[in-house]
Every structure is written in C-alpha cells, then in structure tokens.
C-alpha cells in the first residue's frame, strides 16, 4: 500500500473529529484565555483551523525555517469562518497528500531556525508527527479550554465524563 494510502484514512478521521469540535465553540466565549499567557480560545482554534496546511507545505516544500516571517491567521474570527478556514486547509492537505508519491514521502524534510537544523525526517513521519499530532495536541488543549471555561467538552473518542 502506498505510504499516502496508509496516511488517508487516519487523517480523515482526525480532521473530521477535529471539525467537531470546532463547530462546537461557543460563540460567544471565543475571547475566554485559561491564563494571560494562553491564546484566546478563538485565536488557539484559528490556530488548529490552519495546521492542515502545514501538511501541504511538507509534501511540496523541503524544509521549512521558523525564523522566516509567516503570515499569520487573523484574530477574531467567527465560528464560521474558523470552519470555513478549517475545510479549506484540509482539502488543499489531503488532496497533496493523496497525489504523492511513496519517493516523495520519504524523501527528507528539515525544520529550521535561522538557517539551523532543527530536525531532518522523512516527510511521511513529519506529516503524522509535525502535522497530525501537532493538530491533536492542540484540539486537547482546545477541549480542556471549554472545560475550563465551564463547559462540556466535545465529543472526541468517546463521549466526556459528563
């Protein structure tokens, strides 16, 4: 099986758990911060809503350098337009995903710092770990905020202790 083939179904999955749990932000709590160093709520779930275009850049770039200037998600979004921004990066990922080869999946790909090496992997291991699991730990601390906010979590492999 091809390694994208392999990559699929679990990124369907977690980008579909993912988009529930950004529907479920309560509107009207998107400036809540569990401490004055966190992201608001809505800021760490724009946040979330854009990781799946890191998955692009991966396949089509080969290296990436944190210290370069980045464009930045916008404040202040609505819920709705955080999902919209979500469904958009997770098509443009998996549809770079889907069309890549076992070669270019396993071709090297280095995160840098001002021109230093950080880390140099194989990009189907930076796809399920620098993309994937960065995306998974954010939504778990997304789902922690709304706890913390005093509310339900939502649903993500079972149901919360509710």
């Not at 724009?46 to 200037?69: Q, V, Y």
């Not at 993309?131 to 601390?141: D, E, G, K, P, T």
């Amino acid at each position: 099986m091809p390694i994208a083939a392999a990559l699929l179904p679990e990124f369907d999955q977690e980008m579909a758990t993912t988009r529930r749990v950004l529907e479920s932000l309560p509107a009207e709590q998107l400036d809540y911060r569990p401490h004055p160093k966190s992201w608001t709520m809505g800021g760490l779930a724009t946040h979330i809503a854009t990781l799946p275009n890191w998955g692009k850049m991966t396949i089509e770039l080969d290296a990436f350098d944190m210290s370069e200037p980045q464009e930045r998600a916008p404040e202040g979004l609505t819920v709705a337009e955080i999902v919209e921004r979500f469904d958009q990066s997770v098509a443009a990922a998996r549809a770079t995903l889907q069309g890549a080869s076992d070669e270019t999946m396993m071709a090297p790909w280095s995160l840098r710092d001002g021109g230093k090496e950080v880390f140099k992997m194989p990009r189907a291991a930076v796809f399920r770990g620098f993309v994937m699991n960065h995306l998974i730990h954010h939504r778990a601390q997304l789902s922690l905020y709304f706890r913390l906010a005093g509310l339900q979590p939502p649903f993500i492999y079972g149901p919360p202790a509710e």
